[in-house]
Protein backbone atom coordinates (compact mmCIF):
# COMPACT_ATOMS: atom_id res chain seq x y z
CA UNK A 1 0.00 0.00 0.00
CA UNK A 2 1.30 3.65 -1.04
CA UNK A 3 0.53 6.19 1.07
CA UNK A 4 -0.98 9.49 -0.05
CA UNK A 5 1.03 12.13 2.68
CA UNK A 6 0.99 15.51 1.41
CA UNK A 7 3.87 16.64 3.41
CA UNK A 8 7.12 14.80 4.09
CA UNK A 9 7.65 13.05 7.30
CA UNK A 10 10.15 14.97 9.80
CA UNK A 11 12.59 13.49 12.39
CA UNK A 12 13.97 15.92 14.92
CA UNK A 13 16.28 14.45 17.66
CA UNK A 14 16.55 15.94 21.24
CA UNK A 15 18.42 19.51 21.43
CA UNK A 16 17.71 19.80 17.83
CA UNK A 17 15.64 22.70 16.36
CA UNK A 18 15.88 26.91 16.19
CA UNK A 19 16.37 28.28 19.37
CA UNK A 20 14.57 31.57 20.07
CA UNK A 21 15.14 34.22 23.10
CA UNK A 22 11.26 34.97 23.87
CA UNK A 23 11.07 38.73 24.99
CA UNK A 24 8.75 37.77 27.29
CA UNK A 25 11.11 35.56 29.25
CA UNK A 26 12.75 32.49 28.08
CA UNK A 27 14.31 30.09 25.24
CA UNK A 28 11.87 28.64 22.89
CA UNK A 29 12.86 25.37 21.19
CA UNK A 30 10.79 25.13 17.63
CA UNK A 31 10.32 21.32 17.40
CA UNK A 32 7.77 21.27 14.47
CA UNK A 33 7.19 24.78 12.80
CA UNK A 34 4.03 25.79 11.04
CA UNK A 35 5.50 25.57 7.99
CA UNK A 36 6.95 21.55 8.64
CA UNK A 37 3.08 20.55 9.51
CA UNK A 38 1.24 22.54 6.67
CA UNK A 39 0.00 24.79 9.14
CA UNK A 40 -1.69 22.26 11.56
CA UNK A 41 0.22 22.78 14.45
CA UNK A 42 3.17 24.96 16.37
CA UNK A 43 5.56 22.79 18.67
CA UNK A 44 8.18 24.43 20.70
CA UNK A 45 9.68 23.72 24.08
CA UNK A 46 9.86 26.49 26.48
CA UNK A 47 12.51 26.49 28.80
CA UNK A 48 12.12 29.22 31.79
CA UNK A 49 13.39 30.06 35.34
CA UNK A 50 10.91 31.01 38.66
CA UNK A 51 9.58 34.60 38.37
CA UNK A 52 8.40 34.22 35.15
CA UNK A 53 4.81 35.48 34.53
CA UNK A 54 2.49 35.85 31.49
CA UNK A 55 0.13 38.76 30.98
CA UNK A 56 -3.53 37.56 30.73
CA UNK A 57 -4.28 37.06 27.57
CA UNK A 58 -5.63 34.69 24.71
CA UNK A 59 -5.05 33.10 21.52
CA UNK A 60 -8.43 33.74 19.48
CA UNK A 61 -7.27 31.17 16.76
CA UNK A 62 -5.44 28.95 18.43
CA UNK A 63 -5.94 26.15 21.11
CA UNK A 64 -2.64 25.89 23.48
CA UNK A 65 -1.76 22.73 25.51
CA UNK A 66 1.04 22.56 27.81
CA UNK A 67 2.64 19.53 29.02
CA UNK A 68 4.98 20.34 31.97
CA UNK A 69 8.47 18.35 31.21
CA UNK A 70 9.92 19.39 34.64
CA UNK A 71 9.35 22.47 37.06
CA UNK A 72 5.91 24.18 38.43
CA UNK A 73 3.82 26.56 36.96
CA UNK A 74 0.45 28.41 38.22
CA UNK A 75 -1.92 28.24 35.45
CA UNK A 76 -4.64 30.84 35.67
CA UNK A 77 -7.60 29.42 33.58
CA UNK A 78 -10.88 32.07 33.06
CA UNK A 79 -10.81 33.15 37.01
CA UNK A 80 -9.00 29.53 38.69
CA UNK A 81 -5.47 28.98 39.54
CA UNK A 82 -4.30 25.24 39.13
CA UNK A 83 -0.31 24.07 40.24
CA UNK A 84 1.12 21.97 37.86
CA UNK A 85 3.98 20.10 38.04
CA UNK A 86 5.90 17.59 35.81
CA UNK A 87 3.54 14.94 33.91
CA UNK A 88 0.77 17.63 34.23
CA UNK A 89 -1.07 18.80 31.23
CA UNK A 90 -2.83 22.08 30.78
CA UNK A 91 -5.36 22.54 27.56
CA UNK A 92 -6.11 26.65 27.21
CA UNK A 93 -9.31 26.37 24.24
CA UNK A 94 -8.75 29.56 21.64
CA UNK A 95 -10.67 32.35 23.23
CA UNK A 96 -10.34 31.34 26.93
CA UNK A 97 -8.57 33.77 29.40
CA UNK A 98 -5.20 32.50 30.98
CA UNK A 99 -2.09 33.43 32.06
CA UNK A 100 0.69 31.55 34.01
CA UNK A 101 3.67 32.18 36.34
CA UNK A 102 6.35 29.54 36.39
CA UNK A 103 7.59 28.76 40.34
CA UNK A 104 10.07 27.04 40.13
CA UNK A 105 13.46 27.33 37.94
CA UNK A 106 14.79 25.50 35.33
CA UNK A 107 11.13 24.56 34.37
CA UNK A 108 10.39 23.15 30.88
CA UNK A 109 7.40 22.75 29.02
CA UNK A 110 5.90 21.36 26.00
CA UNK A 111 3.85 23.97 24.02
CA UNK A 112 1.45 22.68 21.64
CA UNK A 113 -0.86 25.55 19.27
CA UNK A 114 -3.37 24.17 17.45
CA UNK A 115 -3.58 25.56 14.25
CA UNK A 116 -0.16 26.95 13.93
CA UNK A 117 -1.48 30.26 13.49
CA UNK A 118 0.50 32.09 16.04
CA UNK A 119 3.92 31.41 14.29
CA UNK A 120 4.41 34.71 13.35
CA UNK A 121 3.29 36.25 16.94
CA UNK A 122 6.41 34.34 18.26
CA UNK A 123 8.83 35.14 15.74
CA UNK A 124 8.02 38.58 16.08
CA UNK A 125 8.62 38.69 20.13
CA UNK A 126 11.65 36.49 19.75
CA UNK A 127 15.28 36.92 18.07
CA UNK A 128 17.68 33.77 17.37
CA UNK A 129 19.06 32.75 20.13
CA UNK A 130 23.05 33.06 19.85
CA UNK A 131 25.93 33.36 22.59
CA UNK A 132 25.54 37.08 22.45
CA UNK A 133 22.27 37.28 22.70
CA UNK A 134 21.25 39.52 25.54
CA UNK A 135 18.20 37.81 27.68
CA UNK A 136 16.69 40.81 28.25
CA UNK A 137 12.61 41.05 29.22
CA UNK A 138 10.59 43.23 26.48
CA UNK A 139 7.10 43.02 27.28
CA UNK A 140 6.50 46.29 24.56
CA UNK A 141 7.93 44.31 21.59
CA UNK A 142 5.39 40.93 22.65
CA UNK A 143 2.69 43.47 23.22
CA UNK A 144 3.73 45.03 19.61
CA UNK A 145 4.29 41.64 18.07
CA UNK A 146 0.46 40.57 19.15
CA UNK A 147 -0.42 43.70 17.43
CA UNK A 148 1.14 43.38 14.09
CA UNK A 149 0.86 39.49 13.66
CA UNK A 150 -2.04 38.50 15.78
CA UNK A 151 -1.85 35.21 17.38
CA UNK A 152 -2.59 37.02 21.09
CA UNK A 153 -4.42 39.17 22.89
CA UNK A 154 -3.43 40.83 25.84
CA UNK A 155 -6.32 41.18 28.09
CA UNK A 156 -4.31 42.59 30.95
CA UNK A 157 -1.58 42.25 33.51
CA UNK A 158 -0.52 39.14 35.09
CA UNK A 159 -3.35 38.22 37.76
CA UNK A 160 -0.86 36.78 40.25
CA UNK A 161 0.25 38.58 43.33
CA UNK A 162 4.01 40.17 43.32
Same mark, same amino acid.
Given at each position: ?5 T?P??V ?12 ? =?G???? #???A !? @???? &??? $?F????D??KR ?10 E ?5 ? =?????H #???? !? @???G &??? $? ?5 G????F?V ?18 FY #???? !? ?11 F ?5 S ?6 I ?10
Amino acid at each position: MTGSATLPAMVRAAGEGPRRWFYG =GGVHTW #LATA !E @ETGG &AFL $LFEDAMDAGKRTPLHTHPEADETMYVLQ =GEIVMH #LDGA !E @ERIG &AGG $LVVAPRGLPHAFLVTADDTRLLCLQTPGCCQSFY #LGAS !EPLTPDTVRAVDFDRVRASGVTNGGIEILGPPPFQQ
